[in-house]
């Protein structure tokens, strides 16, 4: 237990440091880089803070696996340069059994990226983006208009001026209810439509229902039968353009589903929706990394820990980058494309800690 507490006390300061170092940094950097467009646009500065405070849990998100990489192999380095491991090893404590309490840590921590990132990364980011986009005049919505959706094989129809995906509202709507001939029998009509969460049908403000009678539409009083038909998810009426990785896993199967009903190309995305899965476990992966590179040297040890942090995520982004174009070009499945790179560092790492040094 004593040393458990000595590598926590030593691993979890260096951790929260580098954490806020590098959340810091991304954050000057994404400051920097749009600070012409600010002055350009006179933004207020109230406003720029605004924007900075909303992309703040994105670059925790970011800086998570880096910091957590660093403040590993700083700390396990640091161990080695003072002799303190060696002193282990030859009391017959080997290292795994010691750097044991870090890799629970870092499966803990990857499910709490993951539940981390749905629940909070992705709905600030939204406002941060769509707050960026409206002061600098830049369009950047899912919002829809115009909007024509099939459904149940061509019996429902539905006809939608605008879409908005803040509210998940529809406005001006026509539902067409036509039979197996494909035949109109009724038509329900309402100037706005919100998505219900438990029902999951859409409720209407005052909807109207006409039904074809003799060539001609007749007012009759609205169906609840056809009212509980009315339940196309509202991702299917988002424009196209969206990036699944700015989402929530609810809204991106959502989305998916709503692409292969259409028949469009979803590899991609499905991809993306796995890879929302597998990338918390890079926490995992880096710990394992840290732990099988201890005792490479025992000189400048936080130029090294910082180097060997960087080379590591490198080539973790990068072998996914290359899985997900592979999986996006149908080379690979999309299941693959997102977790043979965990799978890939995984290997590494165990074969990097059985030469370690112990």
């Known amino acids: 237990m004593k040393l458990i507490w000595y590598i926590m006390k030593k691993f979890i300061p260096v951790f929260l440091g580098a954490l806020v170092f590098f959340g810091v940094i991304l954050n000057v950097v994404d400051l920097l880089m749009n600070l012409w467009k600010y002055i350009s646009f006179q933004v207020p500065m109230g406003t720029v803070l605004q924007i900075m405070k909303l992309y703040v849990p994105k670059t925790l998100w970011y800086s998570i696996p880096l910091a957590i990489l660093f403040a590993s192999s700083y700390c396990l380095s640091e161990l080695y340069a003072n002799n303190e491991l060696l002193a282990l090893f030859a009391s017959g404590v080997s290292l795994l059994k010691f750097t044991l309490p870090m890799l629970i840590f870092s499966v803990f921590m ?38 024509a959706v099939i459904a ?27 039979d197996s001939e494909k035949r109109v029998q009724s038509i329900i009509y309402s100037g706005s439509g919100t998505w219900n969460e438990e029902t999951e049908v859409w409720d209407f403000k005052k909807p109207l229902q006409y039904d074809l009678v003799d060539e001609s539409l007749v007012s009759v009083p609205v169906s609840e039968e056809l009212l509980k038909r009315i339940n196309e998810p509202y991702g299917t009426f988002r424009r196209d353009t969206v990036d699944i ?21 979803y590899n991609e995305e499905l991809s993306k929706y796995y890879k929302k899965f597998s990338f918390p476990f890079i926490i995992f992966i880096v710990v394992f990394l840290s732990i099988g590179l201890t005792g490479k040297t025992k000189k400048n040890v936080l130029l090294m820990s910082l180097a060997s ?50």
């Not at 369009?139 to 909007?147: A, D, Q």
């Not at 692409?259 to 190309?265: C, E, H, M, N, Q």
């Not at 996006?328 to 370690?356: E, H, K, M, R, T």
């Open 152 to 178: 149940e094989g061509g019996d429902i129809l539905y006809f939608v001026r605008e879409y908005n995906e803040r509210q998940h509202r529809i406005f001006t709507v026509y539902i067409v209810f036509r």
């Open 245 to 265: 990785e700015n989402i929530d896993v609810k809204n991106a199967k959502i989305y998916i589903d709503h692409l292969k009903r259409a028949g469009l190309p």
């Open 110 to 147: 990857s499910f709490a990226l993951f539940v981390f990132d749905d629940k909070l990364v992705v709905n600030t980011y939204y406002q941060k983006t769509e707050l960026q986009a409206k002061v600098l005049e830049e369009s950047s919505s899912s919002n829809n208009s115009n909007v």
């Open 309 to 358: 942090s960087i080379t590591a995520a490198v080539l973790f982004y990068v072998t996914q980058m290359v899985t997900m174009l592979m999986a996006q070009y149908g080379y690979i499945s999309a299941l693959s494309g997102a977790w043979s790179p965990v799978v890939l560092f995984v290997i590494i790492s165990i074969v990097l800690l059985f030469f370690a040094r112990t």
